[in-house]
Protein backbone atom coordinates (compact mmCIF):
# COMPACT_ATOMS: atom_id res chain seq x y z
CA UNK A 1 0.00 0.00 0.00
CA UNK A 2 1.30 3.22 -0.63
CA UNK A 3 -0.06 5.21 1.90
CA UNK A 4 1.40 6.24 5.51
CA UNK A 5 -0.02 3.99 8.08
CA UNK A 6 -0.23 4.71 12.14
CA UNK A 7 3.23 2.98 11.97
CA UNK A 8 5.01 5.85 10.21
CA UNK A 9 4.10 8.70 12.10
CA UNK A 10 4.69 10.37 15.49
CA UNK A 11 2.05 9.76 17.60
CA UNK A 12 3.27 10.97 21.29
CA UNK A 13 0.80 12.74 23.52
CA UNK A 14 -0.54 13.77 20.40
CA UNK A 15 -4.85 13.80 20.20
CA UNK A 16 -5.60 11.67 16.87
CA UNK A 17 -9.13 11.62 15.61
CA UNK A 18 -10.21 8.07 14.32
CA UNK A 19 -12.64 6.97 11.77
CA UNK A 20 -13.26 3.53 13.02
CA UNK A 21 -16.71 1.90 11.55
CA UNK A 22 -18.89 0.54 14.13
CA UNK A 23 -22.16 0.68 12.19
CA UNK A 24 -22.77 -2.92 14.35
CA UNK A 25 -26.21 -4.98 14.32
CA UNK A 26 -28.17 -3.87 17.37
CA UNK A 27 -31.66 -5.36 18.92
CA UNK A 28 -34.69 -3.98 19.75
CA UNK A 29 -32.94 -3.27 23.15
CA UNK A 30 -30.05 -1.58 21.67
CA UNK A 31 -27.58 -4.34 22.38
CA UNK A 32 -24.79 -4.98 20.15
CA UNK A 33 -25.64 -8.58 18.39
CA UNK A 34 -22.38 -9.10 16.81
CA UNK A 35 -18.96 -7.03 17.67
CA UNK A 36 -16.90 -7.97 14.67
CA UNK A 37 -16.50 -4.54 14.00
CA UNK A 38 -15.30 -3.14 16.91
CA UNK A 39 -13.17 -6.20 17.54
CA UNK A 40 -11.54 -5.53 14.22
CA UNK A 41 -10.64 -2.27 15.40
CA UNK A 42 -9.02 -2.70 18.43
CA UNK A 43 -5.20 -3.73 17.16
CA UNK A 44 -5.25 0.03 16.05
CA UNK A 45 -6.68 1.37 19.43
CA UNK A 46 -4.21 -0.11 21.32
CA UNK A 47 -1.33 0.37 18.87
CA UNK A 48 -1.95 4.26 19.70
CA UNK A 49 -2.55 3.76 23.13
CA UNK A 50 0.25 2.39 23.47
CA UNK A 51 2.55 4.80 21.28
CA UNK A 52 0.63 7.11 23.86
CA UNK A 53 -2.01 9.10 21.80
CA UNK A 54 -5.10 10.72 23.17
CA UNK A 55 -7.54 8.59 21.37
CA UNK A 56 -10.57 10.09 19.88
CA UNK A 57 -12.83 7.27 17.93
CA UNK A 58 -16.15 8.54 15.49
CA UNK A 59 -18.27 6.54 13.67
CA UNK A 60 -21.69 5.94 11.98
CA UNK A 61 -24.45 3.72 12.95
CA UNK A 62 -27.01 3.30 11.10
CA UNK A 63 -29.10 5.37 9.01
CA UNK A 64 -30.20 8.12 11.35
CA UNK A 65 -30.62 10.81 8.22
CA UNK A 66 -28.79 13.47 9.87
CA UNK A 67 -30.68 14.00 12.44
CA UNK A 68 -30.70 12.70 16.26
CA UNK A 69 -31.79 9.57 17.08
CA UNK A 70 -31.70 7.67 20.34
CA UNK A 71 -31.65 4.02 18.55
CA UNK A 72 -28.58 4.57 16.50
CA UNK A 73 -26.43 6.53 19.62
CA UNK A 74 -22.73 4.80 19.77
CA UNK A 75 -22.93 4.96 23.81
CA UNK A 76 -23.43 0.95 23.42
CA UNK A 77 -20.38 0.94 21.85
CA UNK A 78 -18.60 3.07 24.19
CA UNK A 79 -19.39 0.58 27.06
CA UNK A 80 -18.21 -2.48 24.73
CA UNK A 81 -15.11 -0.93 24.58
CA UNK A 82 -14.47 -0.17 27.64
CA UNK A 83 -14.87 -4.10 28.53
CA UNK A 84 -12.57 -5.21 25.19
CA UNK A 85 -10.18 -2.50 26.40
CA UNK A 86 -10.60 -3.12 29.64
CA UNK A 87 -9.74 0.82 30.48
CA UNK A 88 -12.68 3.48 30.55
CA UNK A 89 -13.57 4.95 27.10
CA UNK A 90 -15.36 7.95 27.63
CA UNK A 91 -18.40 9.15 25.69
CA UNK A 92 -19.24 12.26 24.27
CA UNK A 93 -22.78 12.76 23.97
CA UNK A 94 -22.41 15.13 20.29
CA UNK A 95 -19.98 15.08 17.59
CA UNK A 96 -18.32 18.47 18.12
CA UNK A 97 -20.25 20.45 20.31
CA UNK A 98 -19.47 21.15 23.98
CA UNK A 99 -19.25 17.68 25.39
CA UNK A 100 -17.01 16.45 22.51
CA UNK A 101 -14.71 19.47 23.28
CA UNK A 102 -14.86 19.02 26.94
CA UNK A 103 -14.38 15.59 27.11
CA UNK A 104 -11.07 15.32 24.20
CA UNK A 105 -9.64 18.31 25.85
CA UNK A 106 -9.26 16.12 29.18
CA UNK A 107 -7.73 13.19 27.74
CA UNK A 108 -4.35 12.35 28.86
CA UNK A 109 -1.84 10.25 26.85
CA UNK A 110 -3.11 6.57 26.57
CA UNK A 111 -6.88 7.55 27.16
CA UNK A 112 -9.91 6.64 24.70
CA UNK A 113 -13.01 8.90 23.92
CA UNK A 114 -15.36 7.73 21.46
CA UNK A 115 -17.53 10.93 19.89
CA UNK A 116 -21.69 10.53 19.23
CA UNK A 117 -22.88 9.22 15.92
CA UNK A 118 -21.61 11.48 13.18
CA UNK A 119 -24.61 10.90 10.91
CA UNK A 120 -26.66 12.76 13.60
CA UNK A 121 -25.28 15.74 12.04
CA UNK A 122 -26.82 16.44 8.36
CA UNK A 123 -23.40 17.91 7.03
CA UNK A 124 -21.59 14.62 7.43
CA UNK A 125 -22.89 12.56 3.93
CA UNK A 126 -22.89 16.28 2.20
CA UNK A 127 -19.25 15.82 3.34
CA UNK A 128 -19.78 19.59 4.39
CA UNK A 129 -16.34 21.39 4.34
CA UNK A 130 -17.53 23.20 8.18
CA UNK A 131 -17.90 20.03 9.74
CA UNK A 132 -14.59 18.41 8.71
CA UNK A 133 -12.84 21.53 10.10
CA UNK A 134 -14.89 20.89 12.94
CA UNK A 135 -13.91 17.53 13.28
CA UNK A 136 -10.05 18.01 12.24
CA UNK A 137 -10.09 20.90 15.56
CA UNK A 138 -10.37 18.11 18.37
CA UNK A 139 -7.38 16.44 16.90
CA UNK A 140 -3.67 17.83 17.19
CA UNK A 141 -3.70 17.60 13.54
CA UNK A 142 -3.41 13.90 13.01
CA UNK A 143 -6.00 12.00 11.22
CA UNK A 144 -6.36 8.16 10.75
CA UNK A 145 -8.45 6.03 8.87
CA UNK A 146 -9.58 2.87 9.93
CA UNK A 147 -13.14 2.63 8.52
CA UNK A 148 -12.70 0.38 5.34
CA UNK A 149 -16.41 -0.29 5.23
CA UNK A 150 -16.92 3.18 4.70
CA UNK A 151 -13.94 4.10 2.33
CA UNK A 152 -16.13 4.18 -0.40
CA UNK A 153 -18.14 7.17 0.88
CA UNK A 154 -16.66 10.43 0.55
CA UNK A 155 -17.94 12.51 3.83
CA UNK A 156 -16.62 14.89 6.53
CA UNK A 157 -15.66 12.09 8.50
CA UNK A 158 -13.98 10.32 5.79
CA UNK A 159 -13.05 12.22 3.00
CA UNK A 160 -13.18 15.82 4.03
CA UNK A 161 -11.47 16.17 7.15
CA UNK A 162 -8.32 15.02 5.61
CA UNK A 163 -8.07 18.97 4.48
CA UNK A 164 -7.76 20.06 7.46
CA UNK A 165 -5.19 18.00 9.22
CA UNK A 166 -1.53 17.75 8.73
CA UNK A 167 -1.14 14.33 8.96
CA UNK A 168 -4.11 11.60 7.43
CA UNK A 169 -2.74 8.04 7.24
CA UNK A 170 -4.15 4.48 7.53
CA UNK A 171 -5.15 2.33 10.61
CA UNK A 172 -4.16 -1.37 11.12
CA UNK A 173 -7.38 -2.63 9.70
CA UNK A 174 -7.33 -0.62 6.29
CA UNK A 175 -3.77 -1.60 5.38
CA UNK A 176 -5.16 -5.33 6.05
CA UNK A 177 -8.13 -4.65 4.00
CA UNK A 178 -6.29 -2.89 0.86
CA UNK A 179 -3.24 -5.27 1.23
CA UNK A 180 -5.57 -8.55 1.34
CA UNK A 181 -8.06 -7.66 -0.83
CA UNK A 182 -6.04 -5.43 -3.27
CA UNK A 183 -2.99 -8.30 -3.53
CA UNK A 184 -5.32 -10.89 -4.42
CA UNK A 185 -6.23 -9.10 -7.67
CA UNK A 186 -2.75 -7.65 -7.87
CA UNK A 187 -0.93 -11.15 -8.15
CA UNK A 188 -3.07 -14.01 -7.28
CA UNK A 189 -1.54 -17.47 -7.18
CA UNK A 190 -3.16 -20.13 -9.92
CA UNK A 191 -5.85 -21.61 -10.48
CA UNK A 192 -7.73 -18.59 -9.34
CA UNK A 193 -11.34 -19.25 -8.33
CA UNK A 194 -14.08 -16.78 -7.84
CA UNK A 195 -17.66 -17.35 -6.14
CA UNK A 196 -19.94 -14.90 -6.85
CA UNK A 197 -23.36 -14.48 -5.08
CA UNK A 198 -26.31 -13.06 -3.63
CA UNK A 199 -29.52 -11.31 -4.94
CA UNK A 200 -28.71 -9.21 -7.87
CA UNK A 201 -26.41 -9.15 -11.04
CA UNK A 202 -26.53 -5.37 -11.18
CA UNK A 203 -24.58 -5.05 -7.50
CA UNK A 204 -21.74 -7.07 -8.95
CA UNK A 205 -21.70 -7.12 -12.52
CA UNK A 206 -18.35 -3.91 -12.09
CA UNK A 207 -16.76 -7.14 -10.47
CA UNK A 208 -17.35 -9.60 -12.89
CA UNK A 209 -15.57 -7.39 -15.67
CA UNK A 210 -12.72 -6.67 -12.93
CA UNK A 211 -12.11 -10.39 -12.53
CA UNK A 212 -12.51 -11.44 -15.94
CA UNK A 213 -8.84 -11.20 -16.66
CA UNK A 214 -7.62 -12.09 -13.25
CA UNK A 215 -9.32 -15.05 -12.54
CA UNK A 216 -9.10 -18.80 -14.07
CA UNK A 217 -13.19 -19.63 -13.61
CA UNK A 218 -15.77 -17.69 -11.87
CA UNK A 219 -18.82 -19.93 -10.23
CA UNK A 220 -21.80 -18.24 -10.26
CA UNK A 221 -25.03 -19.20 -7.68
CA UNK A 222 -27.66 -17.54 -5.84
CA UNK A 223 -30.54 -15.06 -7.04
CA UNK A 224 -28.01 -13.36 -9.11
CA UNK A 225 -27.39 -17.11 -11.61
CA UNK A 226 -31.10 -17.03 -12.75
CA UNK A 227 -30.70 -13.94 -15.13
CA UNK A 228 -27.48 -15.86 -16.53
CA UNK A 229 -29.50 -18.88 -16.84
CA UNK A 230 -32.30 -16.62 -18.58
CA UNK A 231 -30.36 -15.55 -20.69
CA UNK A 232 -28.66 -18.78 -21.88
CA UNK A 233 -32.19 -20.15 -23.12
CA UNK A 234 -33.68 -21.96 -20.10
CA UNK A 235 -37.17 -21.21 -18.94
CA UNK A 236 -36.55 -19.89 -15.21
CA UNK A 237 -39.93 -20.06 -13.60
CA UNK A 238 -40.36 -17.20 -11.40
CA UNK A 239 -37.21 -16.85 -9.94
CA UNK A 240 -35.31 -13.70 -9.05
CA UNK A 241 -34.61 -12.04 -12.33
CA UNK A 242 -33.38 -8.55 -13.87
CA UNK A 243 -34.54 -8.78 -17.33
CA UNK A 244 -32.68 -5.47 -18.38
CA UNK A 245 -29.19 -7.28 -17.38
CA UNK A 246 -29.67 -10.22 -19.78
CA UNK A 247 -28.25 -8.60 -22.35
CA UNK A 248 -24.96 -7.55 -20.01
CA UNK A 249 -24.84 -11.19 -18.82
CA UNK A 250 -24.70 -12.62 -22.45
CA UNK A 251 -21.75 -9.90 -22.81
CA UNK A 252 -20.14 -11.16 -20.07
CA UNK A 253 -20.37 -14.69 -21.08
CA UNK A 254 -19.00 -13.97 -24.01
CA UNK A 255 -16.06 -11.90 -23.01
CA UNK A 256 -15.19 -15.01 -20.50
CA UNK A 257 -15.34 -17.49 -23.32
CA UNK A 258 -12.95 -15.21 -25.29
CA UNK A 259 -10.57 -14.68 -22.74
CA UNK A 260 -10.62 -18.70 -21.51
CA UNK A 261 -12.00 -17.87 -18.32
CA UNK A 262 -14.59 -20.39 -17.24
CA UNK A 263 -18.24 -19.21 -16.03
CA UNK A 264 -20.08 -22.18 -13.96
CA UNK A 265 -23.66 -22.08 -13.06
CA UNK A 266 -25.89 -24.23 -11.27
CA UNK A 267 -27.03 -27.06 -12.80
CA UNK A 268 -29.50 -27.84 -10.63
CA UNK A 269 -31.95 -25.91 -8.29
CA UNK A 270 -33.65 -26.51 -4.90
CA UNK A 271 -36.99 -25.07 -5.82
CA UNK A 272 -40.43 -24.01 -4.43
CA UNK A 273 -43.56 -22.49 -5.16
CA UNK A 274 -43.53 -19.31 -3.00
CA UNK A 275 -40.50 -16.81 -1.30
CA UNK A 276 -40.99 -19.29 1.91
CA UNK A 277 -39.28 -21.70 4.08
CA UNK A 278 -42.51 -23.13 4.27
CA UNK A 279 -43.87 -24.10 0.94
CA UNK A 280 -43.68 -27.45 -1.40
CA UNK A 281 -40.10 -27.93 -2.56
CA UNK A 282 -38.20 -29.93 -4.44
CA UNK A 283 -34.76 -30.32 -6.50
CA UNK A 284 -34.72 -30.09 -10.24
CA UNK A 285 -32.31 -29.61 -12.80
CA UNK A 286 -32.30 -26.18 -14.58
CA UNK A 287 -33.81 -27.47 -17.38
CA UNK A 288 -36.82 -28.46 -15.82
CA UNK A 289 -37.80 -25.87 -13.37
CA UNK A 290 -41.50 -26.12 -13.69
CA UNK A 291 -44.11 -23.09 -14.21
CA UNK A 292 -44.85 -21.45 -10.74
CA UNK A 293 -41.92 -22.50 -9.01
CA UNK A 294 -38.61 -20.31 -8.08
CA UNK A 295 -34.86 -21.38 -7.23
CA UNK A 296 -33.98 -20.43 -3.65
CA UNK A 297 -30.78 -22.50 -3.87
CA UNK A 298 -28.47 -24.70 -5.80
CA UNK A 299 -28.66 -28.15 -5.67
CA UNK A 300 -26.76 -30.88 -4.98
CA UNK A 301 -25.24 -31.74 -8.43
CA UNK A 302 -24.00 -27.85 -8.46
CA UNK A 303 -22.59 -28.19 -5.28
CA UNK A 304 -20.87 -31.25 -6.54
CA UNK A 305 -19.77 -29.34 -9.10
CA UNK A 306 -18.39 -26.54 -7.18
CA UNK A 307 -16.63 -28.33 -4.42
CA UNK A 308 -14.97 -29.99 -7.48
CA UNK A 309 -13.88 -26.67 -9.12
CA UNK A 310 -12.16 -25.55 -5.49
CA UNK A 311 -10.55 -28.02 -4.92
CA UNK A 312 -6.78 -27.36 -6.44
CA UNK A 313 -7.55 -23.75 -5.93
CA UNK A 314 -4.85 -21.72 -4.68
CA UNK A 315 -6.67 -18.40 -4.46
CA UNK A 316 -10.29 -18.29 -4.36
CA UNK A 317 -12.48 -14.96 -3.58
CA UNK A 318 -16.05 -15.43 -2.45
CA UNK A 319 -18.81 -12.76 -1.90
CA UNK A 320 -22.41 -13.46 -1.97
CA UNK A 321 -24.59 -16.16 -0.48
CA UNK A 322 -25.65 -19.28 -2.77
CA UNK A 323 -29.05 -19.34 -1.86
CA UNK A 324 -31.67 -17.66 0.49
CA UNK A 325 -29.94 -18.00 3.90
CA UNK A 326 -32.56 -16.36 5.72
CA UNK A 327 -34.46 -19.22 5.14
CA UNK A 328 -33.08 -22.27 7.09
CA UNK A 329 -34.23 -25.25 4.27
CA UNK A 330 -32.07 -22.83 1.31
CA UNK A 331 -28.30 -22.22 3.51
CA UNK A 332 -27.22 -25.46 2.11
CA UNK A 333 -25.52 -24.56 -0.73
CA UNK A 334 -23.85 -21.42 1.31
CA UNK A 335 -22.65 -23.45 3.67
CA UNK A 336 -20.99 -26.47 1.82
CA UNK A 337 -19.29 -23.90 -0.48
CA UNK A 338 -18.02 -22.31 3.36
CA UNK A 339 -16.94 -25.81 4.16
CA UNK A 340 -15.62 -26.11 0.54
CA UNK A 341 -13.35 -23.25 0.51
CA UNK A 342 -12.03 -23.72 3.97
CA UNK A 343 -10.90 -27.11 3.29
CA UNK A 344 -8.69 -26.01 0.40
CA UNK A 345 -5.40 -24.94 0.98
CA UNK A 346 -5.65 -21.31 -1.08
CA UNK A 347 -5.35 -18.08 -0.04
CA UNK A 348 -9.13 -17.02 0.62
CA UNK A 349 -10.69 -14.10 0.95
CA UNK A 350 -14.74 -13.38 1.67
CA UNK A 351 -16.50 -10.60 1.72
CA UNK A 352 -20.40 -9.75 2.04
CA UNK A 353 -22.73 -9.90 5.59
CA UNK A 354 -24.05 -13.73 4.65
CA UNK A 355 -21.42 -15.23 3.30
CA UNK A 356 -19.56 -14.47 6.21
CA UNK A 357 -22.47 -15.34 8.65
CA UNK A 358 -22.62 -18.51 7.36
CA UNK A 359 -18.46 -18.94 7.90
CA UNK A 360 -18.85 -17.88 11.25
CA UNK A 361 -21.77 -20.21 12.28
CA UNK A 362 -19.80 -23.00 10.84
CA UNK A 363 -17.42 -22.17 13.04
CA UNK A 364 -15.11 -21.91 10.07
CA UNK A 365 -13.46 -18.48 10.53
CA UNK A 366 -10.07 -19.45 11.50
CA UNK A 367 -9.67 -21.12 8.11
CA UNK A 368 -10.48 -18.59 5.54
CA UNK A 369 -7.15 -16.02 4.90
CA UNK A 370 -8.75 -13.11 5.36
CA UNK A 371 -12.79 -12.02 6.54
CA UNK A 372 -13.73 -8.27 4.74
CA UNK A 373 -15.39 -6.09 7.45
CA UNK A 374 -16.61 -3.51 5.08
CA UNK A 375 -19.47 -5.19 1.92
CA UNK A 376 -19.99 -2.23 0.12
CA UNK A 377 -15.92 -1.01 0.07
CA UNK A 378 -14.84 -4.05 -0.90
CA UNK A 379 -17.44 -4.59 -3.63
CA UNK A 380 -16.14 -1.20 -5.19
CA UNK A 381 -12.32 -2.54 -4.33
CA UNK A 382 -12.72 -5.91 -6.52
CA UNK A 383 -14.52 -3.74 -9.26
CA UNK A 384 -10.99 -1.54 -9.49
CA UNK A 385 -12.65 1.40 -8.24
CA UNK A 386 -10.55 4.33 -6.05
CA UNK A 387 -12.00 4.39 -2.69
CA UNK A 388 -12.40 8.31 -2.10
CA UNK A 389 -11.34 7.63 1.59
CA UNK A 390 -8.13 5.63 0.84
CA UNK A 391 -6.94 8.08 -1.76
CA UNK A 392 -7.48 11.13 -0.08
CA UNK A 393 -4.70 9.65 3.12
CA UNK A 394 -1.15 10.89 2.43
CA UNK A 395 1.00 9.04 0.08
CA UNK A 396 4.08 7.32 1.28
CA UNK A 397 7.56 9.13 1.03
CA UNK A 398 9.70 7.25 -1.14
CA UNK A 399 12.43 5.55 1.41
CA UNK A 400 16.28 6.43 1.04
CA UNK A 401 16.80 3.89 -0.55
CA UNK A 402 14.37 4.42 -3.65
CA UNK A 403 15.51 8.12 -3.67
CA UNK A 404 19.39 7.07 -4.20
CA UNK A 405 18.37 4.00 -6.86
CA UNK A 406 16.55 7.07 -9.02
CA UNK A 407 19.39 9.47 -8.58
CA UNK A 408 21.65 6.84 -9.43
CA UNK A 409 19.51 5.81 -12.32
CA UNK A 410 19.21 9.51 -13.18
CA UNK A 411 23.19 10.14 -12.86
CA UNK A 412 23.89 6.84 -15.78
CA UNK A 413 21.69 8.25 -17.76
CA UNK A 414 23.37 11.36 -18.13
CA UNK A 415 26.63 9.78 -18.24
CA UNK A 416 25.72 7.68 -21.29
CA UNK A 417 24.34 10.67 -23.06
CA UNK A 418 27.89 12.04 -22.60
CA UNK A 419 29.83 9.48 -23.67
CA UNK A 420 27.29 9.31 -26.88
P1 LIG B 1 -26.29 -9.61 -1.53
O1 LIG B 1 -26.70 -8.54 -0.58
O2 LIG B 1 -26.24 -9.18 -2.95
O3 LIG B 1 -25.06 -10.36 -1.10
O4 LIG B 1 -27.48 -10.64 -1.51
C1 LIG B 1 -27.88 -11.33 -0.37
C2 LIG B 1 -29.31 -11.72 -0.57
O5 LIG B 1 -29.41 -12.57 -1.69
C3 LIG B 1 -29.85 -12.50 0.60
O6 LIG B 1 -30.78 -11.70 1.27
C4 LIG B 1 -30.49 -13.72 -0.05
O7 LIG B 1 -31.78 -13.97 0.44
C5 LIG B 1 -30.58 -13.33 -1.51
N1 LIG B 1 -30.63 -14.51 -2.39
C6 LIG B 1 -29.72 -15.47 -2.53
N2 LIG B 1 -30.14 -16.42 -3.38
C7 LIG B 1 -31.37 -16.04 -3.81
C8 LIG B 1 -32.33 -16.61 -4.68
N3 LIG B 1 -32.11 -17.76 -5.30
N4 LIG B 1 -33.49 -15.95 -4.87
C9 LIG B 1 -33.70 -14.78 -4.23
N5 LIG B 1 -32.85 -14.18 -3.40
C10 LIG B 1 -31.69 -14.81 -3.18
Known amino acids: MNKKTIRDIDLKGKKVLVRCDFNVPLDENGKITDNTRITAALPTIQYLREQ ?29 LTELLDTDVKFASDITGSSAQSTTESLKDGEVALLENVRFDPREEKNDDSLSAELASLSDGVYVNDAFGSAHRAHSSTEGVTHHVDESVAGLLMEKEIELLGGVLESPEKPFVAILGGAKVSDKIGVIENLIDKVDEILIGGGMAFTFL ?54 VNVDSIPEGYQGLDVGPKTVMEFQNELKDAKTVLWNGPLGVCEFSKYTIGTERIAEAIANTDSVSVVG ?3 SVAAIKKLGLADKFTHISTGGGASLELLEGKNLPGLVALTDKEHTQKEVSDKKNEIENKDKDVHLR
Open 52 to 80: GAKVILCSHLGRPKGQVNEKYSLKPVADE
Open 230 to 283: KAKGYNIGNSICEDDKIEEAKKIMKKAEQEGVKIKLPQDVHVTTDFSNDTPDKM
Open 352 to 354: GGD
